[in-house]
């Protein structure tokens, strides 16, 4: 089988959007660690290539992709990629264990959720909008107040 480093080398459009979506979606090492290690490749094979997209461009969710590869590489938790990305969803985040929903507003087309992140305790609030598709704006309230820290 394919691994998703060979997906992404792949110049093949619909292999590198699989192995996108993949990476967005996992917090799995094993899967995931190849791919950091590898991200200079990954970028100089992926650079030119035009994934097309309809409302939302695919090529902005292969920088996603490999945003979050990045900075998992610098040390930071898998949550440092949802603020300013608008895809990830809080239910879904909650169903695959990566962050748990401690509060909501009304459900409704526009509300707000409280999430903590699974991994290092970081809140979230989180405004659900609904704008030609439905989106998240995740905004962390701030780390977890550690002894000595500023
Ligand atoms: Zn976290």
Known sequence: MPTLLDDFLSRDGSRVLHAVWETIRSRDPEQLQPLVEALPLIRRSTADLDLGGMIYSNNGHLA?????????R?????????????THDPRKE?????????????????????????V??????????????????????GPKRRRGEV
């Open 64 to 72: 996603h992709a490999l945003t979050k590869l990045e900075k998992h």
């Open 94 to 118: 909650d169903t695959s264990g990566n962050v748990r929903i401690l509060s909501t507003s009304e459900p409704g087309w526009s509300m707000t959720y409280v999430c903590e992140c699974a």
């Open 74 to 86: 610098e040390g930071r938790c898998w949550c440092a990629v949802y603020p300013g990305m608008l």
């Open 120 to 141: 290092c305790g970081l809140v979230f609030d989180v405004e659900q909008g609904d704008h030609h598709f439905m989106w998240w704006d995740w905004k962390p309230r």
